[in-house]
């Protein structure tokens, strides 16, 4: 039946060019923006999946910035540390050329003061953006990850860098530590070489001028090993009143039994706990069993007080006197140990962080090549779907347009 009222072929072929025309319309969109999914209207779930993943990335990309500026940091404590190591090592040199009796030791002792006043500049300098690590001050935090669970939720990690002390601090004299033959110095140290055959030699703990206190220290150097004994609350006050005759006694026990364990052959260390209860005499030879003539063995003490930084100790050697300079040899090797602690410490640290920031890097380029594998359009495919819905359109344009003259025909009947 034909009617002039409802025109079916032209409702059809609309609806035909208006899907055609919708379709031709989302896939210039695609064209115009390089996404199959550009809003939550397109496919909401993938939109949505997308835009958390996009704001990973820009999380991503602020852990970067903080874990540069972290590498930095850590890479200048680095140097810093290093640096201070060679020069410790040049003033071991100055340290072992004082052993020799015919040398001025008076200059070299003006070297090593140098030497000293030196790394005090490097510590001090080895900053970055306000931040020192090796000055024993606060650590660092280095936001190093955002930790994203299964239910959405998310967590930051961070790389902690702990600080190292090569400050030389303040340091104030306390106790006086007197070595054999005599040679007693103000700046609390001691030393003196025993040839194995037969040699003695005495330390004598000494804190009756100015007390003890809580965190100072007495450490004891045999050979190239190393025994100490830092001071605890309980070693003061037993009965109200500082007694120095006890704080000394319990540092020489725990210094001579920590002597003992370290089992050295043709040494024996003892104290008169009657007569002088704060005196180590170390022996060699007939006193000692086991002894070995064709090596000496060097004996050093030192005192650094709880106020010192972690090269504290460099404030108290002193070339210029024999006992100085041979105390000065064992004092040296403990803090090279210390600054070469330090360095490897900040070198593992550094090297954590720059792998830390290469995955940061390639997991940002896997999160950016997933959220386009999600929302970019194909451009072949869409180029093609173009060409297609264009002729499409031509068609349904057509096809209404011949749907339109059909009610004309309609005429003849009437002629």
Do not use: C, H
Not at 12 to 31: D, E, P
Not at 217 to 246: C, F, H, K, M, W
Not at 311 to 330: P, R, Y
């Amino acid at each position: 039946m034909s009617s002039i009222l409802t025109n079916n072929g032209a409702m059809v072929a609309l609806q035909t060019l208006k899907s055609v025309n919708k379709n031709l319309a989302m896939t210039q969109n695609a064209i115009s923006t390089g996404k199959e999914v550009a809003s939550a209207k397109d496919n909401s779930a993938v939109w949505a999946i997308s835009k958390v993943m996009e704001s990973d990335v820009k999380g991503f990309n602020a852990i970067k910035d903080s874990l540069a500026l972290g590498e930095s940091t850590v890479a200048v404590a680095r140097n810093a540390s290093e640096t201070v190591t060679d020069l410790l090592n040049q003033m071991k040199e100055k340290i072992v050329a004082a052993q020799e009796d015919n040398v001025d030791r008076d200059k070299i002792n003006d070297d090593v003061t140098a030497l000293r006043d030196q790394i005090q500049a490097v510590v001090g300098a080895a900053q970055f953006n306000g931040l020192n690590l090796v000055n024993g001050g606060a650590g660092a935090n280095i936001l190093s990850s955002l930790d994203r669970d299964g239910t959405g939720a998310v967590t930051a990690s961070s790389i902690s860098v702990a600080s190292q002390d090569l400050s030389i601090g303040g340091y104030t004299a306390k106790a006086v530590l007197a070595g054999s033959d005599g040679a007693t110095t103000d700046n609390d140290v001691a030393g003196f070489t025993m040839d194995r055959a037969g040699g003695a030699g005495d330390i004598v703990i000494d804190s009756s001028t100015t007390n003890f206190e809580v965190g100072d220290r007495v450490s004891i150097r045999v050979g190239d090993q190393e025994v100490a004994y830092t001071i605890q609350d309980s070693d003061l006050d037993p009965s109200g009143t500082y007694d120095a005759n006890y704080t000394d006694a319990l540092v020489a026990v725990g210094l001579k039994n920590q002597v003992d364990a370290l089992g050295i052959t043709g040494l024996a260390v003892d104290y008169d706990s009657a007569g002088a209860p704060n005196t180590l005499s170390f022996a060699t030879g007939a006193a000692a069993a086991g002894a070995d003539a064709d090596q000496d063995i060097s004996i050093s003490a030192q005192f650094t007080n709880a106020g010192a930084g972690g090269l504290g100790a460099l404030s108290s050697i002193d070339v210029s006197t024999d006992a100085g300079a041979a105390a000065a040899l064992g004092t040296i090797e403990t803090l090279i140990d210390t600054s070469i602690d330090a360095a490897a410490a900040f070198g593992s640290a550094q090297g954590r962080i720059e792998t830390q920031k290469e995955f940061i890097s390639n997991l940002t380029d896997s999160f950016r090549s997933g959220i386009g594998s999600l929302v970019d359009a194909d451009m072949e495919e869409t180029s093609a779907r173009l060409q297609a819905l264009q002729v499409q359109q031509q068609l349904a344009t057509q096809s209404l347009s011949i749907a339109n003259q059909a009610p004309q025909s309609i005429l003849s009947l009437f002629r």
